[in-house]
């Protein structure tokens, strides 16, 4: 087992990260900009180091200053996060030339799954169902529109190298196909320094379902069920819950063992979400991710698994000590992103908390890096914490969820607790009712006015 964790990170990932590691009684580097030497992960590391300023490329990002951080300190791991360098194969590689280990995947499946359409081709190679689409990049629009015809518009362009939703443009009729093709290629170019692009058939209301995985890189590999992630703004996710509301044990067991036998296959090493679209009883692959994801915890609340402890395991070369019949999935899990951010605008509110009181009680979790009196500094993303709460069913989850956020006060900064506050009591979040679409229109047609405090 390790010695000594570098955390290659900040916020509440590099708190959960320290957490498991200390759980495996395994020493901590926490690393920070100058900007963040407040923060508590820096506060309850065992050791730390101010790695640069605050823009996170000469920082958090910066490979040189991450790699003396391990020399000095000698660390024998670094534990990248989600974010940053977390699916960088390159930093990787690095690390295993210097003797380190990195807390995830072979620089190698990293890189399969970081180009999208690559992603995409090994999918389908291993079994698992994808949009229908090109079978490649498309560069000609001619042969652009020949996909498109076949496989019926809408069509979606999106980017090989995409991420966060940039570099995607949907065209609903020929005419739009060239412009589409145009905007993406040049949004794909800005965004990733790389213009390649690929068709896939666009999906009218479909839900966002993942699984989570987990290999050992020894051909064993197990799924953790699913999340439903449809609840999205800008397609960045904002409410996630497991099980789906949407699925039956049936659909839920079939795409897990897919996705588990497919981990098998590529003897996948370490924690990995693999993501659908659903749509009238079918999947259809769209990405993989090859790290720990913030929406992790709801797999974790109905699993009784630490996956981050699993991660560390796997990295030191251990096998997976559970097979998939020793996993039982119980209750029911919604995790909310709470971010620091106008809940109606949803403007980004820095600065400093003057009075913060978390929930508590049975069935419900804060994952958070703040305290009262900390200043969350401009340069980085708004997520300040998540609240996540468990019940044997459904309906207790949600009334647990409803009285948790009632409790919750941040004071000083805005925050989106009252985007939640509504949506907890909305009629159609009760019945399960929502596609990835469902939020955008909920905002659109006014549903959080006048509710701003
Ligand atoms: P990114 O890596 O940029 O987040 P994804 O491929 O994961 O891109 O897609 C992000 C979101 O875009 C999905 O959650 C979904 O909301 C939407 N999306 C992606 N592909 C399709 C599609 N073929 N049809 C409809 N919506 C899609």
């Given amino acids: 087992m390790f010695e000594k964790i570098l955390i290659a990170n900040r916020g509440e990932i590099a708190l959960r990260i320290l957490r498991a590691a200390k759980e495996l009684g ?12 407040e923060a ?26 991450l790699l003396a951080a391990c020399e000095i300190t000698g660390a024998d791991a ?3 996060g989600y974010g940053f360098l977390s699916e960088n194969a390159k930093f990787a590689e690095i690390l295993v030339d210097h003797n380190i280990a990195f807390i995830g995947p072979s620089p190698e499946h990293i890189r399969i799954m970081g180009d999208k359409i690559e992603a995409k081709r090994t999918a389908r190679a291993l079994g698992i169902p994808c949009v229908p689409g090109s079978e490649g990049g498309v560069t000609d ?8 015809e076949d496989i019926g518009f809408p069509v979606l362009v999106k980017a090989a190298a995409g991420g966060g939703g940039r570099g995607m443009k949907v065209a609903r009729a020929a005419i739009e196909l060239p412009e589409a093709l145009a905007v993406a290629r040049a949004e794909a170019k800005a965004a990733f320094g790389d213009d390649a692009v690929y068709l896939e058939k666009y999906l009218d209301k479909p839900r966002h379902i993942e699984i989570q995985i987990l290999g050992d890189g ?15 703004r800008r397609h960045q996710k904002v409410l996630e819950e497991t099980p789906s509301p949407a699925l039956n044990q049936d659909e839920r067991n079939r795409i897990g063992e897919i996705c588990a036998e497919a981990m098998r296959k590529l003897k996948y090493s370490g924690a990995g979400t693999i993501e659908f679209l659903y749509e009238n009883g079918e999947f259809f692959f769209i990405e993989m991710n090859t790290r720990i994801q913030v929406e992790h915890p709801i797999t974790e609340m109905i699993s009784g698994l630490d996956l981050l402890v699993e991660q560390i395991k796997i990295a030191s070369g251990a096998p997976l000590s559970f097979a998939q019949a020793d996993l039982e999935l119980r209750g029911h899990a919604i995790e909310c992103r709470i971010n620091a951010e106008n809940p109606v605008t949803f403007r980004p509110s820095p600065g400093k908390i003057l009075y913060y009181h978390p929930p508590g009680g049975v069935g419900v979790r804060v994952d958070a890096a703040v305290y009262q009196g900390y200043t969350i500094p401009p340069y980085y993303d708004s997520l300040v914490g998540k609240l996540i709460v468990q019940g044997r069913t459904r309906i207790e989850a949600l009334m647990r969820l409803r009285r948790a956020l009632d409790e919750f006060i941040v004071d000083g900064v805005d925050t989106t607790l009252p985007l939640f506050r509504a949506l907890v009591r909305n009629a159609d979040i009760q019945d399960g009712a929502y596609d990835i679409h469902w939020l955008e229109n909920f905002l659109a047609k006014g549903g959080m006015d006048g509710l701003e405090s």
Wanted: proline share 8%; glycine share 4%.
């Fill in 26 to 37: 395994i020493a901590t580097v926490a690393v920070h900009s100058t900007a963040d030497s």
């Fill in 40 to 65: 508590m992960h820096v506060k309850l590391a065992d050791e730390s180091v101010c790695i640069g300023p605050p823009p996170a490329r000469e920082s958090y990002l910066n490979i040189p200053a």
């Fill in 78 to 80: 670094v534990h990248p």
């Fill in 141 to 148: 629009d001619d042969e652009a529109m020949r996909i498109a």
């Fill in 218 to 232: 020894h051909g064993n590999a197990v799924h953790v069920g699913e999340r439903d992630c449809s609840l999205q």
